[in-house]
């Protein structure tokens, strides 16, 4: 397996993992009242936070671990990147009009908040996702 496919499945890992801790905090939290009353910031920080933490350590993990070969990125691995990056990238787009369409709508902070970090959380899957898809079943560029 290369390296990069390595990094796609640390990526959908590490995005899951954090995603739901921060789900069972901001959920567990709340109680009666609405949820958009529930404090949220603290806890997307600190997932946030740990993901990007535990993601470069992971990623270093597997680079010192791989054999010397699988390290070299050849021409394949390059546009499997690109392509992968290409989809993942469409779901901040959608994130960000998301955003400004909640903000428009002067729609309380949290939903904003929770949208554009649920279309991160959705590009980091999608994206990863179609680079393991393209290893395992074959990659045609366009």
């Known amino acids: 397996m290369a390296v990069e496919e390595k990094r ?51 990623h270093i993990t597997v680079a010192l671990l791989s054999p010397e070969e699988e390290k070299t990125k050849d021409q394949r691995d390059r546009e499997i990147h690109h392509f992968g990056e290409y989809i993942g990238q469409s779901f901040v787009v959608i994130g960000g009009v998301a955003g400004l369409v909640l903000a428009m709508a002067e729609v309380d902070q949290f939903w904003i908040a929770n949208a554009i970090y649920l279309a991160f959380v959705l590009s980091a899957l999608l994206g990863s996702t179609a680079k393991i898809v393209a290893y395992r079943l074959g990659f045609q560029p366009w």
């Open 8 to 58: 796609a499945w640390i990526m959908i890992v590490v995005t899951v993992v954090s995603y739901a801790a921060y789900l069972i905090v901001v959920l567990g939290r709340s109680g009666d009242g609405p949820l958009a009353q529930e404090p949220y910031v603290s806890a997307l920080l600190w997932t946030v936070g740990a993901a990007i933490v535990a993601s470069i350590a992971l």
